[in-house]
């Protein structure tokens, strides 16, 4: 259960700046297991990169991978790596959520998350975590951060390719502000409570959470 964050709201990425992790013997361990496990992800699952990238080449006409900008850790600019899931690649001002019954996207490869595999070629690189908040858009960040006061403090960390807001529900479509808000305060609570077994423990149950497909568009 997320609890009352103490921490002094900071509300733009200047802020940010001024905050200096007070576990930094932690986030060097979570550096390594990003690494270990990363690495060892993409040489293990090699075969079916392959066939997913020569399915998307049959299926339809366009990049087998779909390049994002998003915010990383500091508001840092980022592109972030997916397998193209969509017809139009949509990186600009006015970015849409996919919703349940959006007929632009492989629905197979959003529902199982296999659409994320090519993170892990951005955790590898240190763009990303393999636990943290997720990068949301960068036209998103902008329209939440100015609705959501302590928005801007999920980014005091890595993303992530999986978080402690998507194991406890709060994925897919934000229909309304509320949503977020609530997947803003998991996040933000993760951000004040990360260690490498707290990260285990996510990662344990992310398989949980994709095959229960619950919110996942």
């Known amino acids: 259960m997320p609890i009352q964050d103490q921490t002094p709201a900071l509300s733009t990425f200047e ?11 932690a986030l060097d361990a979570k550096r390594v297991l990003d690494i270990a496990v990363s690495l060892t992800a993409i040489l293990f ?10 399915a998307i080449v049959l299926d339809s006409r366009g990049p087998v991978l779909f390049c994002q ?12 790596l997916k397998f193209r899931s969509m017809h139009v690649l949509e990186d600009g001002d006015n970015v849409v959520q996919a919703t349940a019954n959006d ?12 659409d994320e595999l090519p993170q892990l070629f951005n955790v590898l690189s240190g763009e990303m975590s393999l636990v943290g908040p997720r990068p949301h858009a960068i036209a998103h960040d902008e329209y939440y951060g100015a609705r959501i ?8 960390v890595k993303p992530g390719i999986t978080g402690w807001a998507q194991v406890n529900g709060a994925r897919g479509e934000t229909p309304e502000l509320a949503d977020m808000e609530k997947r803003i305060a998991l996040d933000n609570w993760y951000v004040e409570h990360t260690t490498v077994t707290h990260d285990l423990l996510i990662l344990l149950r992310t398989p949980l959470a994709v095959l229960s497909g619950r919110n996942a568009h």
Do not use: K, T
């Not at 900008?69 to 972030?80: D, K, S």
């Not at 490869?109 to 296999?114: C, F, M």
């Not at 006061?149 to 005091?156: F, G, K, M, S, V």
């Open 103 to 114: 007929a632009r996207i492989g629905r197979f490869l959003r529902s199982s998350s296999i």
């Open 149 to 156: 006061p302590a928005y801007a403090q999920r980014q005091r």
């Open 45 to 54: 699952l090699l075969p079916l990169l392959a066939l997913v990238s020569l």
């Open 69 to 80: 900008r998003r915010h990383g850790r500091n508001g840092e600019v980022f592109g972030i």
């Open 15 to 25: 802020d940010l700046r001024l905050w200096v992790p007070s576990r930094a013997p």
